[in-house]
């Protein structure tokens, strides 16, 4: 399906819970985290999300990171849950990430979901992200 069809979701999160535990560490090399996350998100995609981050975090605080969230809420008219795959960094405060819906994962109104995006944020602050979506033809 063509870009020219997809919609253009914008809006931001809040973390709510923030829980990280280290569970691999090797000396002068990144440690390894396991993180568990909520947030809430407001904007064209409105509910809460809930995500296990894996992250490699080096001695000078910078680090990379793979999640899996579940999302649970509104995208525009239609309610359900989906799964987002995200990867991204941390350099010094700015965190990016690029995701992408999980194909299949839609329930709901949501079923069919399609799409990708991504988040922008300081450390400590609202990210601002987006979501540019579409639905599977039934």
Known sequence: MSDKR??????Q???????????????GAP????IRMTETFTG???????ARIVQA??????ATF????????????????????????VIG???????????RSGTGGLKGLRG???FRAKLGQHGSIWLDYDFEPE
């Open 44 to 50: 064209d995609i409105e509910g809460d999300g809930i």
């Open 6 to 11: 997809k919609v253009h979701a914008v809006g």
């Open 93 to 103: 405060k700015d965190m990016k990430a690029e995701w992408f819906v999980v194909s």
């Open 66 to 89: 793979v999640a899996i969230e579940r999302v649970r809420g509104s995208l525009g008219s239609r309610e359900g849950t989906f799964l987002l795959q995200v990867q991204g960094t």
């Open 13 to 27: 999160t809040t973390v709510k819970t923030y829980e990280p535990r280290t569970f691999d560490e090797v000396a």
């Open 31 to 34: 440690a390894l985290n396991d």
């Open 57 to 62: 975090t080096s001695q000078e605080g910078e």
């Open 116 to 118: 990708d995006g991504g």
